[in-house]
C-alpha cells in the first residue's frame, strides 16, 4: 500500500561538504513526482536520504526528519534494513546479481528476509515480474538465463520487479532510463503510470520532456536547495521563480 512522505529540515554532508540545505516536502501517496536540476545539485542525494542509503557513504550524515507513512525513517527504533524494504530504490545503470538467474533475482529480498515456501516465492516472482511489464518476455527463461544476460532495458525492468516484490510502500527512481535506448525508456515510463496506482513513486531525471510526461508534480533543485516545488504543468509553463525559468529554458545546466 502506497505511503505518503513528509520531509522537514533536512540537511546533509559528505564529511564538511554539505549537499542538501534545510529541504521541506510533503508527497501524497499514489503519485509520481519528478526531481530535476543540473548535476550535483543534491538530486540523487535527496532519494538516498529518504530510504537511507546516503548513511552508507563515507564520512556521510543527515540532519532533519523524514516520514514514510507514520515511520520515522531515521527513528531510533527503526533500521535501515526495515526503511529500505517499505522505500524500494531503482539506480541509474541495472545492477542485477551477475550470478543469479532470472527468478532468484527478484526473490533475492524475500529469501533475505527468510522466505522459503517455494509457493509464495513462485507467486511473488511472477506477479513482480507482471507489475514490471517482463513476465511475458522472459516467463520460459526464468532459472535458465541470468539476469544480466537481458537486454538493458529489460535488466532495468528486471531491478524493478525486485524492488516491488517486497512490497515497498513508495519506489525511488534515481534516473532509471538514462542509460537505456528511446524503446526501453518509453516502456519504463508506460511502467512508471502503473506502479504509481500502487506505490508512491519519486523519479530523480535530468529529462525534462520526461518529468512533463510522467509526473503529477515536479521539484526543482540547485546547489542543495529546493528552489520551487508544485504541479508539473505549472512548474514548466508558469514557473514562480527566475532560476526555475532559466533552468528550463536551457540558459544554465
Not at 513482480?128 to 541470468?146: H, I
Not at 523519479?203 to 520532456?209: A, E, F, K, L, R
Request: with cysteine; charged share 25%.
Amino acid at each position: 500500500m502506497a505511503a505518503g512522505i513528509d520531509v522537514k529540515d533536512l540537511n546533509a554532508w559528505f564529511g564538511s561538504r554539505q549537499a542538501l540545505r534545510g529541504i521541506n516536502m510533503t508527497f501524497p501517496p499514489n503519485q509520481a513526482t519528478a526531481i530535476i536540476g543540473p548535476s550535483g545539485c543534491g538530486k540523487s542525494t535527496f532519494v538516498r536520504c529518504i530510504n537511507r542509503m546516503h548513511e552508507t557513504a563515507s564520512g556521510a550524515t543527515v540532519q532533519g526528519r523524514i516520514r514514510v507513512g507514520d515511520v520515522d525513517v531515521y527513528g531510533p527504533e527503526i533500521s535501515a534494513v526495515e526503511i529500505r524494504r517499505r522505500a524500494g530504490m531503482v539506480f541509474q545503470k541495472p545492477n542485477p546479481f551477475p550470478t543469479l538467474s532470472i527468478y532468484d533475482n527478484v526473490a533475492a529480498g524475500l529469501k533475505l528476509n527468510g522466505v522459503r515456501n517455494r509457493r509464495m516465492l513462485d507467486e511473488v516472482v511472477e506477479r513482480s515480474l507482471k507489475g514490471a511489464a517482463l513476465w511475458d518476455e522472459v516467463k520460459d527463461d526464468l532459472r535458465k538465463r541470468s539476469g544480466s544476460s537481458l537486454s538493458g532495458g529489460q535488466q532495468q525492468r528486471l531491478c524493478i520487479a525486485r524492488a516491488i516484490a517486497v512490497e515497498p510502500e513508495v519506489l525511488l527512481m534515481d534516473e532509471p532510463a538514462s542509460a537505456l535506448d528511446p524503446i526501453s525508456t518509453a516502456k519504463i515510463e508506460d511502467l512508471i503510470f502503473e506502479l504509481k496506482r500502487t506505490y508512491t513513486v519519486i523519479i530523480v531525471t535530468h529529462n525534462m520532456q520526461q518529468a512533463a510526461r510522467v509526473a503529477e508534480s515536479t521539484a526543482f533543485f540547485l546547489m542543495g536547495e529546493l528552489v520551487e516545488f508544485s504541479k508539473t504543468e505549472q512548474l514548466f509553463t508558469n514557473p514562480r521563480n527566475k532560476q526555475t525559468e532559466d533552468y528550463i529554458t536551457g540558459r544554465f545546466g
